[in-house]
């Protein structure tokens, strides 16, 4: 007779979520995926800011884009290349290497938006200027700052790797 803990073991196992957790999939470079997450970020943020109401369908099709947008970010930072060592598999110095720069870019990227924002925020009594007025706009507006910080550093690590290398007899 099996135990509860011995199914749910199982049932990890027959999911294939062991491969998630104990990072047995080879990490992809995501070099063009990472744009649709951002517009689709982009896109979900404009909708959900522009139809204020709950009850009409395109805040909802905002809010689907931009919250799944986060959580595709999310998803490509575990599929990604590899920012995390396992005890089975430490990351060698070209991943070290790899890593460091990708968060080095990412992080002057994100200074650089945020430097631009704080221009653009003093713009606030010009009419054909939008600002988030609602506090949902800015809840809405730090998940996103939040989501393009996690796709960021996975997406210029992308970049920095090499080229997948092509099979002559393909």
Same mark, same amino acid.
């Given at each position: ?37 951002? %517009?689709? !970020?982009?896109?979900? @943020?404009v909708?959900? *800011?522009?139809? $204020?109401?709950?009850?009409? +369908?395109?805040?909802? #099709? ?9 959580i ?41 938006? %945020?430097? !631009?924002?704080?221009? @653009?925020?003093?713009? *606030?009594?010009l $009419?054909?200027?939008?600002? +988030?007025?609602?506090? #949902? ?34």
């Amino acid at each position: 007779m099996t135990t509860l803990l011995q199914k749910m073991d199982h049932l990890v196992y027959a999911i294939r979520l062991d491969r998630i957790i104990f990072m047995k999939m080879q990490p992809r470079a995501f070099r063009w995926t990472p744009l649709l997450v951002i %517009a689709a !970020l982009a896109v979900g @943020y404009v909708l959900m *800011a522009m139809v $204020p109401n709950v009850l009409v +369908p395109g805040f909802w #099709i905002g809010w689907l884009s931009f919250y799944g947008a986060i959580i595709a970010a999310h998803m490509f930072r575990v599929f990604g290349p590899r920012f995390t060592a396992t005890v089975h598999h430490p990351l060698d110095e070209r991943e070290l290497m790899v890593k460091a720069r990708a968060h080095a870019m990412s992080g002057v990227t994100m200074t650089i938006a %945020a430097m !631009l924002g704080c221009f @653009y925020m003093t713009t *606030a009594g010009l $009419p054909w200027f939008w600002h +988030p007025n609602p506090p #949902i706009d800015w809840i809405n507006l730090g998940f996103g700052v939040q989501g393009i910080s996690v796709l960021l550093p996975t997406w210029f690590a992308s970049w920095l790797q090499p080229p997948p290398v092509v099979d002559g007899e393909d």
